[in-house]
């Protein structure tokens, strides 16, 4: 059975520093993997995913992901954070919408 | 553009009582979704469809029943609410199977009590 691992509950970082969220899956085979942000009292946004082709891909609002199929990983990584990405991260795994499975979530605090 | 309607923000539910959440899509999508979101846990499918007249069971139908009459509506019934079905409850929809976003909308709380 497919699943998704995001190992980080709470994750704090000071604004202008660089951020790494950890995404960690089990699948059969290579899955379509992505980043959906959720900021409070909203549904969630797509940031970026990943079918095929290069690892690295690029998605909106500054944010990256970068598969490593040997890791089974999908890393969500900002250069520079700002105190407007305080928001829930969630990955998640699976070869259509219909059978997507979501991470538990991360939740992003930025300090000053 | 209005996306993905949800109508109510919140609903407060006795045991036993029925209610009907609304969804509502401007966007001409063939694919919609239910998935009920609970504190830690991440977002589970309850249902899906592929177009009007198609449903079809995701992760956690059990308690829920949806229909889709139209491409723009559909609407997900809770017929006997329990506890457990305390959560929130967001619609999605998405041009095609699975290489488009999916698009969410604002999410109903609902509480059982």
């Known amino acids: 059975a497919q699943s998704v691992t995001q190992p980080d509950i709470h994750i704090t970082v000071s604004e202008g520093a660089s951020l790494e969220l950890r995404c960690n899956y089990s699948?059969?085979?290579?899955?379509?993997l992505f980043w959906y942000v959720q900021s409070p009292g909203q549904g969630l946004q797509l940031l970026l995913k990943?079918?095929?082709?290069?690892?690295l891909v690029q998605g909106i609002k500054g944010f990256e992901a970068e598969f490593k199929r040997s890791q089974s990983s999908f890393n969500l990584r900002k250069p520079s954070v700002h105190w407007s990405d305080a928001a829930e991260y969630f990955c998640?795994?699976?070869?259509?919408?219909?059978?997507?499975?979501f991470g538990k979530g991360t939740m992003l605090l930025v300090s000053p | 553009n209005a996306g993905v309607t949800q109508t109510p923000k919140f609903r407060i539910l006795k045991i036993g009582q029925s209610m009907t959440l609304q969804c509502t899509q401007d966007?001409?999508?063939?694919?919609m979704y239910w998935y009920r979101q609970d504190p830690g846990m991440g977002l589970k499918l309850i249902y899906y469809?592929?177009?009007?007249?198609?449903?079809d069971k995701g992760e956690v139908p059990n308690g829920y029943n949806v229909s889709r009459s139209t491409t723009e509506d559909f609407p997900l019934r809770l017929e006997l609410a329990a506890p457990s079905q305390t959560s929130v409850y967001f619609c999605?929809?998405?041009?095609?199977?699975?290489?488009?976003?999916?698009?969410f909308g604002n999410g109903t709380r609902l509480t059982v009590t």
């Open positions: 990943y079918f095929s082709g290069d690892t």
């Open positions: 966007m001409n999508h063939n694919y």
């Open positions: 998640a795994v699976g070869a259509g919408h219909s059978t997507l499975t």
């Open positions: 699948y059969g085979a290579t899955p379509y």
């Open positions: 469809s592929v177009g009007a007249g198609i449903t």
């Open positions: 999605a929809s998405s041009q095609d199977r699975d290489a488009s976003p999916l698009h």
